[in-house]
């Protein structure tokens, strides 16, 4: 079993940055495709970002120019870089990750395996 635990999340002023990690078991991670997807209470879940194995990068358009997903093999972790942060912008975030390194799509049916979330609050 693919496991993934997600932590950084928190309370940030509207404009300033955070950085969420998403720590991955198993032992093939650099063939693994990572993505994170975000949830607000009422809503549905949404893609947020993908990196494919070879580092080919994938964003909603929203958070374009904002946040910058990364990954480091030799840590087993992917990242998410969150600059600018808006109050729309508040919601879980979760970690996600298909067992294929390459990209094929931003639906949450792409991905196999789920982090617990953390929550992201962006105040005004």
């Known amino acids: 079993q693919v496991q993934l635990v997600e932590f950084g999340g928190g309370l940030v002023q509207a404009g300033g940055s955070l950085r969420l990690s998403c720590v991955v078991s198993?032992?093939?991670?650099?063939?693994?495709?990572m993505a994170w997807f975000r949830q607000a209470p009422g809503k549905e879940r949404e893609f947020v970002a993908a990196?494919?194995?070879?580092?080919?990068?994938y964003y909603v358009d929203s958070v374009k120019g904002r946040f910058t997903i990364s990954r480091d093999n030799t840590k087993k972790t992917a990242y998410l870089q969150m600059n600018t942060l808006k109050p729309e912008d508040t919601a879980v975030y979760y970690c996600a990750t298909r067992s294929k390194g390459y990209y094929t799509g931003s639906g949450a049916a792409n991905y196999d395996y789920w982090g617990q979330g953390t929550q992201v609050t962006v105040s005004s």
């Open positions: 990196i494919s194995a070879i580092s080919t990068t």
């Open positions: 198993g032992r093939t991670f650099r063939t693994y495709t």
